[in-house]
Nanobody
Framework: HVQLVESGGGSVQAGGSLRLSCAAS????????MGWFRQAPGKERDGVAF???????SYTDSVKGRFTISRDNAKSTLYLQMNSLKPEVTALYSC????????????????WGQGTQVTVS
């Protein structure tokens, strides 16, 4: 069965960095779109960054130039390098996936993990 296990979150000061990881299993990781989403208390789930099977990437405007999404297909692992962190990125981050190419239709994505908390103060 599909599993996504996120890790790497924590509490950091503004300006700091974190690297999130998502270990995947149970599906053909290399051929699926992968994405990082976040949800802050009282706010809607928001797509942060996406990477296709051909490694093309897209980002929400607020993180462009500061966050980098990448994937290691040999390890079935997704990453999110987060630099120059700001308090407004505080949220629960989760990796999600969908078959085929990435799209902006967030309802097509599925999350099988618990997420990892990122807190910036």
């Amino acid at each position: 069965h599909v599993q996504l296990v996120e890790s790497g979150g924590g509490s950091v000061q503004a300006g700091g960095s974190l690297r999130l990881s998502c270990a995947a299993s149970g599906f053909a990781f290399s051929t699926w779109c992968m994405g990082w989403f976040r949800q802050a208390p009282g706010k809607e789930r928001d797509g942060v960054a996406f990477i296709d099977s051909d490694r093309s990437t897209s980002y929400t405007d607020s993180v462009k130039g500061r966050f980098t999404i990448s994937r290691d297909n040999a390890k079935s692992t997704l990453y999110l390098q987060m630099n120059s962190l700001k308090p407004e990125v505080t949220a629960l981050y989760s990796c999600e996936t969908k078959t085929g190419y990435c799209s902006g239709a967030y309802y097509l994505y599925n999350s099988w993990g618990q997420g990892t908390q990122v807190t910036v103060s």
